[in-house]
Structure formats: structure tokens, C-alpha cells
């Protein structure tokens, strides 16, 4: 009796870590089961000044033992953050964030993380998303505006400059008014000297 065997071949990819996990996260594209997890990260509006540090905390509720999954954080097209195999993978990263960001990945089995980007400047303004791209959870966007001291001031509250201006010039108002009334005053007492004395005269008919 014969035998007939069969090779069978694998044929396996040589591919780059950095390619092999080059995810879309737009939220567009990223397919969510409607009512399973969510990606939930605060604050979703962020100002800050030149300088300092934007720190960003996320939550996947329900809560989701998420530390053996890849994360990718992402300000619109640019990668920002990549976290894969329980460690971080600046490979993937934008250069312009490469050594500026830090991920805290202690409550992880939790679901909870927060991303910290150092050193912020104009050109890292715009909105910011992280998603977990194997299980298709997605964040909303976070929007980060840089401004400076007296701009963040003016933003707070748009009507503090006119304020400050109304303040002065009520000021610089009433001081003339002052200064008014007192030469106006200075001026009567000086008119009142110069008149003459009131000389009391008697009616010759009552005497």
C-alpha cells in the first residue's frame, strides 16, 4: 500500500514592529459593539500656558483589565503616545512628542490611565484621542489650546480688560471733577473778597 504525503508550507511575513500595529483610531473607523465598553477621558477642553504640562485621565467603563492590550494616543494625525506588550513603543512616535510624554500604567487591571505631555507649546495645540484599536474602543476628542498668561486671562473673562479700562478711566473722571470743584470753589471765596462791605444804612423817615 502507498502512501501519498503532503508538505504543507507555512509562509510567515517578516514584518517591523512599528508596522505591524500601525492602527487607525479615528473614530470613524473604529468598530464599537453599540452599549459594551467606553473610553472615557477628562478634560475634554484643556488650556494651558507655554511651558507647562498637559496631563490627560482616562477610564474604560465598565472597568477592563486592559494590561496586555496596545493603546494608541494620537493629537489628530500625529501618534503621540503607543503603549503595546506591557510596554511603551516610542517607535511609533511623532518626533516632535519623542521624550516629552509619560504614560502612568499603574491602574491598568483597573482600566485607568492618565498621559502626561511635557513641555507644551503653540504647535501642540489640537484635539487629542487615545483608543484601544484590538477591542475598538475609542475615546471623544480632547481639545488642547496654548496660550499666554495675558491671553488665558483675557479668555477667562473676555470683559476684564474693558473692566480694568472702565475702572481708570472712572477714576481719572472723578479726579477731574475733583479738581474742578475745587478751583471752582477757590474761585467764589476770591470773588467774595474783592466785593465790597455791605454798609447797613439807616431809613432817615423811621427816625
Known amino acids: 500500500m502507498e502512501f501519498s504525503s503532503m508538505l504543507w508550507i507555512i509562509f510567515i511575513p517578516l514584518v517591523e514592529p512599528s508596522d505591524a500595529f500601525q492602527f487607525d483610531c479615528s473614530p470613524s473607523t473604529v468598530q464599537t459593539e453599540p452599549g459594551a465598553f467606553e473610553l472615557k477621558c477628562s478634560p475634554l477642553t484643556v488650556q494651558k500656558e507655554p511651558g507647562q504640562d498637559m496631563d490627560l485621565s482616562c477610564a474604560v467603563k465598565p ?8 493603546l494608541e494616543c494620537k493629537r489628530d494625525d500625529d501618534i503621540v503616545h503607543v503603549y503595546r506588550s506591557r510596554w511603551d513603543d516610542p517607535s511609533s512616535q511623532h518626533q516632535k512628542f519623542k521624550n516629552r510624554t509619560v504614560l502612568d500604567r499603574q491602574n491598568l487591571e483597573d482600566g485607568s490611565f492618565s498621559l502626561t505631555l511635557k513641555n507644551v507649546t503653540k504647535e501642540d495645540e489640537g484635539n487629542y484621542s487615545c483608543c484601544f484599536p484590538m ?16 491671553n488665558k486671562e483675557t479668555n477667562k473673562d473676555p470683559g476684564s480688560g474693558l473692566s480694568s479700562g472702565l475702572i481708570a478711566l472712572i477714576a481719572l473722571i472723578g479726579l477731574g471733577l475733583g479738581v474742578g470743584l475745587l478751583i471752582l470753589a477757590w474761585k467764589n471765596r476770591a470773588a467774595l473778597s474783592r466785593s465790597p462791605p455791605c454798609i447797613l444804612r439807616r431809613n432817615p423817615a423811621v427816625l
Open 135 to 150: 477591542r475598538g474602543i475609542v475615546s471623544s476628542a480632547i481639545s488642547l489650546t496654548v496660550v499666554s498668561q495675558t
Open 63 to 70: 472597568s477592563l483589565n486592559i494590561k496586555a492590550d496596545s
